[in-house]
């Protein structure tokens, strides 16, 4: 009887002494597994698992299985998921500063879209930590183009037609150009515009190609609009509970990570073009009319953000400008 106790509670106290050691962290992610964005995210999961020899354990949810896109970032803050990927532009309603990314014509390639990230990050940082997350890497969409199951050739062409939005932005851009805007995430696309729910949109190539858009719309214009990045964010008291080491671990992979997340987004912007017109799409540069009705729209887009991000706003593309 005494031997049995002292071994029931020697694997008690062994049980216990690992579980204590032990972090198991949920990353929720809006877009499909197959994305980079989620592939790179879960490499990333992956290598802080092997190099803490699973102290700290971070499991990734792809497809919005855990949270939506729109549920994520309050996850994050309110420490539902301790660490999880949100589209930074979609997040104006918490400060202007993350709208700077969906500004069209701000940055329209990847080395604007770059120094755009080294001006914006101060601020973002400083806004994110007041709301208890903070920052471990962003990763860049490639440029946005426009979805149409007709030809367009100006603005005028979209006049009515229902237009998937991904944030306040691309809602805007929806309504200064005559159409209907609806929101609808990624992970929900496919059926929207096969129930007609959703006839065009501004997106990348690289989100067109994950949800097959070919089925639905014959033509892409390849505006170059701008370039949205996602944000990998972690709850600041889970950030805290970690110790040095690990949180040095931590911060080393997600330096990679973004390295790497860069480098492929370059790398497969023309490929997802070729896919689109592989599988039937008609891909071709915007007409001189649509490019300058998108310019124009920008413009009072600009303007109207300027008056909601006021100095600091101001402050960062001024930095941007410089750089
Ligand atoms: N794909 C995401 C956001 C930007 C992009 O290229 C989407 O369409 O939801």
Redesign the pocket.
């Known amino acids: 009887m005494r031997k049995f106790l002292i071994a029931a509670i020697g694997v008690m106290l062994s049980f216990s002494a690992g579980v204590a050691n032990a972090e198991k962290w949920d990353m929720p992610l ?2 499909s597994a197959t994305n980079y964005h989620s592939e790179n995210a879960s490499a990333f999961a992956e290598a802080v698992t092997s190099a803490t020899e699973g102290a700290l354990e971070i499991v990734t949810h792809p497809s919005g299985s855990l949270y939506k ?1 729109g549920e994520i970032f309050r996850a994050v803050r309110t420490g539902q998921a301790q660490i999880g990927e949100r ?1 930074i ?2 997040l104006g309603n918490e400060d202007p500063i993350f709208e700077i990314d969906a500004l069209p014509f701000l940055a329209t390639g990847f080395e604007d879209a770059r120094k755009l990230y080294e001006a914006s990050k101060p601020l973002m940082r400083e806004v994110l930590a007041s709301r208890g997350v903070m920052l471990l890497y962003a990763v860049p ?2 440029p ?1 183009g426009l979805y149409n199951k007709s030809p367009v050739n100006s603005a005028a062409d979209m006049k009515n037609v229902k237009f ?1 939005a ?2 306040a932005a691309t809602a805007r851009l929806a309504e200064l150009m005559g159409a209907i805007p609806t929101k ?3 992970a929900e ?1 496919s059926q929207a515009f096969a129930t007609g729910v959703a006839e065009s ?8 190609y ?2 097959k858009l070919w089925e639905y719309v014959s033509h892409w214009y390849d505006v170059q609009a701008w ?2 990045k ?1 944000m990998v964010i972690v709850n600041s008291e889970s950030w805290a509970s970690l110790d040095s080491a690990t949180q040095q671990t931590v911060l080393e992979t997600a330096a990679a990570a973004e390295a790497n997340g860069w480098a492929k987004a370059e790398e497969l912007s023309n490929w997802y073009k070729e896919q689109l017109a592989a599988n039937g799409m008609s891909v071709s540069p915007p007409s001189d009319e649509l490019r300058a009705d998108f310019q124009k729209i920008g413009d009072v887009m600009t303007s109207e953000w300027l008056e909601r991000a006021g100095e600091q706003g101001q402050a960062v593309i001024d930095a941007y400008k410089a750089m």
């Open positions: 809006a877009y896109g589209l532009s979609a969409w490639p946005q998937r991904y944030n609808i995430e990624a696309l949109m501004v997106s990348s190539g690289s989100t067109g994950d949800r370039l949205p996602n």
